[in-house]
């Protein structure tokens, strides 16, 4: 079965820092994919970034990068330099079995960025 | 391209009743997910439908049902409404589904009085 922990419930903190979002997961698959999602007040789920299991490159797109450690299950999600519109709830969601149709999801971290 | 819409945006129901969601895929994109999602239990996966078949259903009771057309737009069904269906339903869709991302519409919150 699959899982994704998300340790953070909240965190709150003040413009222009870096957050990290922490993100663990389980699954017996060999393939699978990460996925990170912004959930602003209005409820839509936006798509940030995509992680394939086989590739191990962390990158940095803008402000938003991330770290995917096969060793420790993690993908964790930073936000460089935030800014109050990053205020959200943030999903890291695991994709297995050649169905990312049917995604798992941590509980989510709500993340507040205060003026 | 037009993203992921769902209507009606908002619903009041009371118990008992019946419910129809819809939604509308981006273009060209054939698979269709529902979820619902619920401060206690989170994002949960109602069903998935690719080429108006249902490939997988997800832990819920026999009162969801959905289906989908032709032209990949899909509707899904809550008969018998209870207090607990109360949540917000989003519906995501992708190409094909297997190794896509998939992107979300806006919801819609059904609210059971």
């Known amino acids: 079965a699959q899982k994704v922990t998300q340790a953070q419930t909240e965190i709150s903190v003040v413009e222009k820092e870096d957050v990290t979002l922490d993100c663990v997961y389980e699954t017996r698959d060999t393939t699978y994919y990460l996925f990170w999602y912004k959930q602003p007040p209005s409820g839509e789920l936006v798509f940030l970034i995509r992680r394939n299991s086989f590739d191990e490159q962390n990158e940095i797109s803008g402000r938003y990068s991330w770290n995917f450690q096969k060793s420790t299950s993690s993908f964790n999600f930073t936000i460089t330099a935030s800014q109050v519109v990053d205020s959200a709830v943030y999903f890291c969601a695991l994709g297995s079995g050649g169905s990312n149709y049917k995604l798992t999801f941590g509980k989510g971290t709500l993340l507040t960025v205060n003026p | 391209k037009a993203g992921v819409t769902q209507t009606p945006r908002y619903l009041i129901k009371t118990r008992g009743q019946q419910v129809t969601l819809s939604c509308s895929p981006i273009?060209?994109?054939?698979?269709v997910s529902w979820y619902q999602q619920t401060p206690g239990q989170g994002l949960q996966f109602l069903f998935e439908?690719?080429?108006?078949?249902?490939?997988n259903k997800g832990n819920f009771p026999g009162r969801f049902s959905g289906r989908q057309f032709s032209n990949s737009r899909s509707e899904m069904n809550v008969s018998t409404l209870e207090l607990g269906d109360s949540a917000l339903y989003l519906c995501?869709?992708?190409?094909?589904?297997?190794?896509?991302?998939?992107?979300f519409g806006p919801g819609t919150r059904l609210t059971v009085l």
């Open positions: 439908y690719f080429s108006e078949t249902q490939r």
């Open positions: 995501a869709s992708s190409l094909v589904g297997y190794t896509d991302t998939q992107y």
């Open positions: 273009s060209g994109h054939r698979s």
